[in-house]
């Protein structure tokens, strides 16, 4: 039995190729993936920012979902035929920050898909702890969007955004749109900030008021907006420079920032501003378990719209013309077609 996967060879280059299914150990088991999302962190992976953490040649990806071809020893809480996801994180358990019950951030911590062997194939092998369950109800094309859904379940749970406030999110990119869509199932007043027509005019379609911050004088906005207190939240999704000088002119006495977007180099900040208004900074990366718990019922109960999220489904075979699809702009989400499950 073969396999084909799409590995990055370096020097923003993948080759899809035959790869040979790895039987599950035991604890482990082994998925018949059928779609794996393109993420922002795979862009990273293909400029070679990432090239001192992946293998090269090696599959990356981690948005997936499929379902289980065969169970390796031991293994007794799941069923071949099970639709599933992966929350690929694998932490030691004895670090600092283990300990102090942040497993999701160890200090040692595996990310499955850039630090291992990841889902952009066929067929895919990992522990079964790993395992998130997908509904019946919720298709495995939809089943693909848990993973970046956990992410903005995580962002809006650690911004402590209530019903009623009021919050801005720089840059309408997939996190973005989905940030956006989590807090207002929390009841908050959202506002997108975005550059790129398309993502404004998917935004819009999506119900959300949308402000181009190149025809928009963008603080006065806000300050209209909000009568002149400030938003109680910005999240800053962009990875720009200019999203992170803007940020702390957007926000309220008191108001939290949370730094979503990966800023691959030192950004000006203003402190005075933080400190004048005692502002809060808040990181946030990755999620927990609970959150991709609470990203499966919004996705099945249709709170999050995913299939206005999906803009292009491509075979493997075509996963050098999706990243360059995603380069160029003028789409949302792009999903691979691995063809390991129906």
């Known amino acids: 039995m073969t396999t084909r996967g799409a590995l990055y060879t370096g020097d923003q280059t993948f080759e899809v190729r035959e790869v040979p299914p790895v039987p599950p150990g035991p604890g482990e088991v082994r998925i018949d993936v059928a779609y794996t999302g393109i993420c922002g962190t795979d862009l ?25 071809a ?10 071949v035929g099970d639709a599933v996801t992966v929350m690929p994180l694998i932490w030691c358990g004895e670090c600092p920050a ?30 079964a702890t790993l395992l998130v369950g997908i509904p019946e109800t919720l298709s495995l094309r939809h089943g693909a969007l848990i993973e970046p ?13 209530a019903a009623g406030e009021q919050a801005v999110v720089i840059g309408a990119g997939p996190v973005g749109l989905l940030i956006a869509a989590v807090a207002r199932t929390v009841g908050a007043h959202v506002v997108l900030v975005e550059l790129d027509a398309h993502r404004r005019a998917v935004a819009t379609g999506l119900g959300f008021t949308v402000v181009d911050p190149a025809a928009e004088d963008l603080p006065g906005w806000v300050e209209k907006w909000t009568e002149g207190a400030g938003a109680a939240v910005v999240f800053e999704v962009s990875g720009s420079a200019a999203g992170a000088r803007t940020a702390t002119d957007l926000l309220a006495v008191r108001g939290r920032l949370v730094v979503v977007a990966i800023h691959p ?18 990181g946030v990366r990755v999620y927990q378990r609970s959150d991709f718990t609470e990203a499966v019922r919004l996705l099945a109960d249709a709170a999050v719209p995913a299939e206005e999220l999906i803009s292009e489904v491509v075979p493997l075979d075509a996963v050098t013309e999706a990243f360059a699809a995603l380069e160029r702009g003028g789409v949302v989400k792009v999903l691979i077609e691995c063809g390991g499950a129906a």
């Open 149 to 161: 859904t956990a992410v903005a379940v995580h962002d809006v749970r650690r911004s402590r955004l």
């Open 98 to 127: 283990c300990r102090a019950g942040h497993q999701h951030i160890c200090q040692r911590l595996t990310f499955v898909g850039i630090d291992s062997t990841g889902a952009m194939q066929g067929s895919w092998t990992v522990p």
């Open 70 to 79: 065969e169970l390796g020893e031991g293994v007794g809480d799941w069923s």
């Open 44 to 68: 990273h992976i293909l400029h070679g920012a990432m090239d001192h953490r992946v293998q090269r040649p090696g599959v990356i990806g981690h948005e997936m979902s499929g379902r289980i």
């Open 265 to 282: 180099t030192p950004r000006e900040i203003d402190l005075h501003r933080i400190f004048w208004r005692e502002l809060e900074v808040i």
